[in-house]
């Protein structure tokens, strides 16, 4: 864990298919068009597909702040994704693509504005997601 000031919530867990997904909660975004041997991240409508490490190769660390996360925080790490995302259920969800672990957090308005930080730019095994 990168820091305890602002965390909205974790988990720790093997990504079978080495596939993160943040996304609105009632989405019905299907990721058709997404080729994920070209591109690791993909938005689509209200959701959002990114490439991490595989199982075979370990865990993966998922962490959500709030913006009050330290900047210093981050530093060492690569920005992935930044852009505003839609959430018109008003509820965000983080999960691997199994829904081993979901981790749902109520959104404050419609939208919500996302910064995805990883510690690797290929196969990352450390997420850190700062809700703004």
């Known amino acids: 864990m990168i820091s305890t000031d602002g965390l909205l919530g974790s988990f720790t867990v093997p990504f079978e298919h080495g596939l993160l997904v943040v996304e609105d909660s009632a989405t019905r975004a299907r990721h058709d068009n997404w080729n ?9 409508l209200d959701s959002l597909y990114m490439g991490v490490q595989g199982s075979v190769d370990g865990p993966v660390s998922v962490e959500v702040y709030d913006a009050d996360l330290p900047e210093a925080a981050t530093t060492s790490m690569v920005l ?3 852009a505003e995302i839609p959430l018109p259920s ?43």
Do not use: N, Y
């Open 36 to 44: 994920a041997a070209t591109e690791q991240v993909h938005l689509e």
């Open 80 to 82: 992935r994704f930044s």
């Open 90 to 132: 008003g509820v965000l969800k983080v999960s691997d693509s199994d829904s081993a672990a979901v981790l749902s957090l109520r959104a404050i308005g419609e939208s919500a504005r996302i910064r995805i930080f990883v510690d690797d730019d290929e196969w990352p095994a450390l997420v850190v997601i700062v809700l703004e």
